[in-house]
């Protein structure tokens, strides 16, 4: 099943949804220790392997942390090759003075934001999928 590439339709029918609990980002220099299953995803860099995670999963693993996370996920299946759908909801989200860590799934894209920016990013996307019109 192909996913979405028409930018309006992304936005209009993005449908955020805030994931429960709290998510931090790690770096460690293996996963040798960590399981597999207590991981969202994982990224490969020359300095260190970056994970995220739930926090309780963090802290029982004694990693340490500098950021505490809402994670949002975007509700329609976007095609890996569509184009500015992050550029367009980021854009809303720096305006509003909320930063975000993007990853992107196979069928969906993940929204990292501060914690205490979580509901707010709901409300500021939702609106801009009413509002935009490309």
Same mark, same amino acid.
């Given at each position: 099943?192909?996913?979405?590439?028409?930018?309006?339709?992304?936005?209009?029918?993005?449908?955020?949804?805030?994931?429960?609990?709290?998510?931090?980002?790690?770096?460690?220099?293996?996963?040798?220790?960590?399981?597999?299953?207590?991981?969202?995803?994982?990224?490969?860099?020359?300095?260190?392997?970056?994970?995220?995670?739930?926090?309780?999963?963090?802290?029982?693993?004694?990693? @340490?942390?500098? +950021? /505490?996370?809402?994670?949002?996920?975007? &509700?329609?299946?976007?095609? =890996?090759?569509?184009?500015?759908? $992050?550029?367009?909801?980021?854009?809303?989200?720096?305006?509003?003075?909320?930063?975000?860590?993007?990853?992107?799934?196979?069928?969906? @894209?993940?929204? +990292? /934001?501060?914690?205490?920016?979580?509901? &707010?990013?709901?409300?500021? =996307?939702?609106?801009?999928?009413? $509002?935009?019109?490309?």
């Amino acid at each position: 099943m192909a996913g979405e590439k028409n930018l309006i339709t992304l936005i209009q029918k993005m449908t955020p949804e805030l994931q429960p609990g709290e998510y931090v980002f790690a770096t460690v220099k293996t996963i040798d220790t960590i399981p597999r299953k207590d991981t969202i995803c994982e990224f490969k860099e020359k300095e260190g392997i970056t994970i995220v995670l739930e926090r309780k999963k963090a802290d029982n693993l004694n990693l @340490d942390y500098k +950021f /505490v996370a809402s994670w949002i996920t975007l &509700k329609i299946h976007s095609s =890996l090759d569509a184009i500015g759908l $992050t550029a367009a909801f980021s854009a809303e989200l720096a305006a509003h003075q909320i930063s975000c860590n993007v990853i992107a799934g196979y069928y969906h @894209d993940h929204i +990292f /934001v501060n914690k205490r920016d979580g509901k &707010k990013t709901i409300e500021v =996307l939702k609106n801009l999928s009413k $509002t935009y019109k490309g």
